[in-house]
Structures are given as C-alpha cells and as structure tokens.
C-alpha cells in the first residue's frame, strides 16, 4: 500500500513540476525579440500565473476604470505578506505605475521581467523592499490598440491610446480627478503608502544618444533633507549604478523642436502629474523617460535595468529614506508659511556632459520654411547648461484650519478619496475666518483635459467673523494631508481646485440692475455717500475709459452699493490663522 501511495505522488510532483518547466514565463516582449508587447488580458494573465506559482507574488483587483475594467496591483513581498499596514512598519514600500499612457509600453514589459527574475532568483530578492505594480493604469488606453498614433516613437509592433476611454490623459487628472481611474488610483495610493514611486514613460522631444532619461519630482519642491536626498544621493547613485552597466542616462531633455546642446531646464512636475500628486505626502517620486526613436528591445531592457537600480538603491537606504520621511512629516509642524507656486532660479546651474547629435535648421522640402533636421552621423559630447533649481513664487501662511460649506460636496468628495481628516460641525458655529474675492484670474481659451482652466489667479483676503452651519466641514492642517491641503484649497497655486474651475459658479454675477431703474438709484447712492461720490469722480477723472463708459460706471457704483450680491467673487473657502 505504501508503495502505490508513492507510486502516486511521484506523477504528482513530476506533474507539477513539469506544468512549471512547460510554463518558462517567458513574456510577450521575450517570446516576440522584443519587437511586441503585452496587450491588456496577457499582462493580466501573465501576472495570475505568476502569483499562481509564486507565493511571493500577489494578485489584487481594486476599484473601477473608466473602461468598466478594475486596476489591479501586483505585490511582490519576500516575506509573503500582503497587508500593508503590517509591510509599512518593517519595509519600504516601491510603486511602480505603469501604462498611464499605453502606447508608451516600456514599463508593462520591464516590470513582468523584473517581478519574475525576482521570484526565479535570477536578481537578489530585496529584503528591505517591498515591490507593488499597477501593471496597466490607463485600460482603456490599452485596450485601444494601434500601430500609427505614436508618429515620434519606434515600435513596438502595435500598442495602446494615450488617452483613456473616455479620451482623458491621466497623467493631468491627479488633483481633478475626472476619471474613474484617477479616483481608484487614490484609494490604491493611500492604502500601499509608498515611500518611492516611479512613473514609466517614453520621451517626445528632442534626438540624442541616450535611450533612457530620468524625470525626478522637483527637489526643492519636494524640499528639506528629504528633497536634499533626492537631489544628492538618490539621482547621482541611480547615474553611477547605470553608468557601470553601460547605461548611461541623463536628465529628460525638456525641449521642443530646439537642439539640447543650448542647454535646458528640468521640467516642473506640479500637481496634476503623478510624480507632483506623489509628492504631496513626501513620496520620492522619478519618472522614467525613455529615447522614442530607439530600437523597442533596447528601450524596455533600459527601462529594467534602471528599475532593477533603483531596487538596490532603496534596498540599501531603506532606513534612511523610513527616517527622512518621517521627519518631513514631522517638519510641517514649524513651519509658517508655505510655496505654492515656483519660479525656474536662473542664478543657479550646473553643467552637464551631454551626449547629442548636431542638429541644424535646413530648408523644408513640404514647407519651405526652416526646420529642425539631426545628423546622426554626427555625434558629440558636450558641455551644457543644466537648470534644475526652482525659487518660490507665491508662499501663502499655513492656516490652522479651513473650513468648506457642506454644499461643496464636489469638493469635499475629492478631500475624502485622498484620506482627508475632517469634522463637521455639530451646531452652527460662529469663527473669526479670513476671506478671500478672487481680484483677478485668466483663462485658458482652449480646452484642456476637459476644463477651460484658470491660471495667474490673484485674491484679495479679509477677516471677520462668519457663521457656519450644522454638518460644515473643519479641516485642520496639522494632518499629513497638509501639502495636499494647501496646493488644491489655495486658489493661487497651479493645480488648485479653483483653477480646475470647481468653483466657477461664484465667478458669475446672478443678480444685476436695469440702467433706468438703477440711475436713480445710484444717484440717491451717491448724494448719501460723499466719500463714495469723491472716489467715483476721482476714478472718471484719472480713467478715460472709464469715463467716456456710462455702463462701467454704473456697473461700479453697483458694486459698491448694499445692492451687489456678496458671493459673487466670494471664495467659498475660509481660513482660520488662530
């Protein structure tokens, strides 16, 4: 008996085994020589297998797309634990995004290596690394596939749509959220709480030697010794470990239709991008850009080296990066003001060796007109001016408190996704606030992302004191949501809510005035009010326009009668200094 209970489970283990060696785990990108990649349902499946033999490996659905399709995320944990609240408090935590724009595939085909070379032993299993994957971002986008719409870029044979199902580019809709994926990539964001996040792209500029680039979240922005790391440890360590393997890698080429051999500067990475939204809770964050016009194989095995550095990097630093993390956190709590906005500083530069190709500008043979034209015969290494210092622009004081009226759900909705702590009001309150009118503001006269959006907003503040009603929401800013906070409820800062046009409404006047009724009226106004009636004859006397205007006139004196509606340029959104 014992020896037909052997004779049995010896099939068995050969049969396992054998499902394993029939199964190599060889990817789309291997299978193909690296001329093809993964669509959608492959990469999803490849990942099931490999969580299906790989007890290391996990495979979670989360969330909604706006294709009707759920994100999923890949963990890869030495330990076999997937709950991240029990992974944050041992290791660091590596988010890597992938497919955001699908016909930029790199990443898709790097990360299925990565995470299997891992698993298989080929490359050390980090210990201090826990490794967590959005294998496609943008479904929809991928679903779309095609082999003409990336016109700049070389294979692979066919690949996904830069915009989403519904034609959005994701990587402008992280403070807007617009899409369902940006709104499940939150929920994933705060439940993985990483501490190092990379964004995998391809470039769209400029021709030079390099097939990889790196786009790191800006380090004064970023700030502190935590930013200080990026800047002078992190960045020149990832350089020098690529370097050694004959990858050599410089900063993305932030040019358009120019030749990079004149220098140039590194491209700001506010809010709305992934890197810029990461930020906001003190994330290290770097994008990935590889060279368009480079061979796809070379791409992709670029992008896996610089990911399998940057695994070795936040391996060996972990405790470093667990500490200075914590202390940018702990930071805030001094400090009194805050940049909301930033400025290139020319004053600071540093020069790089650049490897180029001569480029010239040369008669168009279908325009006639010049045109850039490179000669890859010609290559050089040079010198160049490199701009990667940012001052600030706009700094606004940090506010104990803000305070949203319960009817912004819109608004408050978004606070929520993004772990916002907040309190609402039992009984209606009454607080000394400070108030702003938005003075001024621009637009854009295209659209963007699906909004008209605002840009050089300029407020005007006020205090007073303001009555609140039962179920009004009570934001303190002391909570790590803070950076958050100050770059979305600040109607001066780029990415702000009120640029994204969430508060239009208040920009348009509802209640307005009858010339003919009215100019009896004004004039009454203006016999009752003799310091009103100096400033309007001041105003027409040093203002021709104004003057020769009977409308704008009237229109003015409105405004500044108990007659002109209070919300109208009323920011609806309080701050509380005390």
């Not at 679903?143 to 994701?170: I, M, V």
């Not at 805050?338 to 500008?361: P, Q, V």
């Not at 006397?541 to 009977?550: L, R, T, V």
Request: hydrophobic share 35%; charged share 25%.
């Amino acid at each position: 008996m014992q020896k037909l209970v052997l004779f049995l489970l010896i099939p068995s283990f050969y049969l396992v085994q054998g499902q394993k060696a029939k199964n190599d785990f060889l990817t789309v990108f291997e299978k193909s020589n690296g001329l093809e990649t993964a669509t959608y349902e492959q990469t999803i499946s490849y990942y099931q297998t490999l969580a299906d033999n790989f007890p290391e490996v996990s495979i979670q659905s989360i969330g909604e797309t706006d294709s009707g399709e759920p994100l999923h995320i890949i963990t890869l944990n030495s330990d076999k634990i997937f709950d991240f609240e029990m992974i944050k408090k041992e290791k660091r935590i590596l988010l890597i995004n992938n497919g955001i724009h699908p016909g930029e595939s790199d990443g898709i085909d790097a990360t299925m290596m990565l995470y299997r070379d891992i698993v298989q032993g080929k490359i050390v299993t980090p210990k201090n690394v826990v490794l967590v994957t959005i294998p496609i971002y943008n479904i929809g986008g991928s679903l779309n596939r095609n082999s003409t719409t990336r016109t700049n870029q070389n294979g692979p044979k066919e690949y996904g749509f830069r915009g989403n199902a519904r034609n959005y580019d994701l990587n402008r809709d992280f403070i807007k959220c617009d899409t369902k994926n940006a709104q499940t990539f939150a929920k994933i964001f705060h439940m993985v709480q990483p501490d190092v996040f990379i964004d995998n792209h391809v470039s769209n500029g400029a021709d030079y030697q390099y097939v990889l680039t790196h786009l790191f979240t800006q380090h004064n922005k970023l700030g502190g010794d935590l930013g200080n790391y990026l800047h002078t440890e992190m960045m020149p360590n990832l350089e020098q470990k690529l370097a050694s393997k004959q990858w050599d890698i410089t900063p993305y080429v932030n040019v358009f239709n120019q030749v990079p051999d004149n220098g140039f500067s590194q491209f700001f990475d506010t809010p709305r991008y992934s890197t810029g939204y990461t930020a906001l809770w003190n994330v290290l964050g770097m994008m990935i850009e590889t060279h368009m016009l480079k061979p796809y194989k070379q791409r992709v095995e670029g992008t896996y080296e610089l990911m399998k550095s940057m695994v070795e990097i936040v391996e060996r630093d972990s405790e470093k990066i667990r500490k200075l993390r914590e202390s940018s956190f702990k930071n805030f709590k001094g400090k009194k003001t805050y940049t909301i906005d930033w400025e290139l500083d020319t004053t600071k530069t540093s020069t790089l060796t650049f490897n180029g190709f001569e480029g010239t500008m040369i008669r168009s043979e279908v325009t006639g007109q010049n045109r850039l034209k490179y000669d890859r015969n010609k290559p050089f290494s040079k010198d160049v001016i490199y701009q990667n210092h940012f001052k600030p622009k706009v700094e606004v004081v940090i506010p104990k408190a803000y305070v949203i009226p319960k009817e912004w759900w819109n608004v408050i909705e978004l606070l929520k996704i993004n772990n916002v702590e907040m309190i609402q009001f039992q009984k209606d309150t009454t607080l000394e606030v400070e108030t702003y009118r938005i003075a001024s503001y621009q637009t854009r006269n295209q659209a963007y992302e699906g909004h008209y959006q605002h840009y050089n907003t300029q407020i005007t503040a006020s205090t007073g004191k303001l009555t609140f009603q039962q179920g009004d929401y009570y934001i303190k800013t002391d909570q790590k949501a803070i950076r958050y906070l100050l770059e979305t409820l600040e109607p001066q800062a780029p990415d702000s809510f009120f640029n994204w046009n969430f508060f239009d409404t208040i920009l348009q006047q509802k209640e307005g005035f009858s010339p003919y009724v009215w100019e009896d009226m004004a004039e009454q106004l203006l016999v009752e009010n003799q310091s009103l009636k100096n400033e309007f004859e001041r105003k027409k006397k040093d203002e021709p326009g104004f003057a020769n205007n009977w409308y704008a006139q009237l229109d003015w004196l409105h405004k500044q009668s108990p007659n002109y509606e209070l919300a109208h340029m009323l920011y609806p959104i309080y701050k509380l200094n005390d």
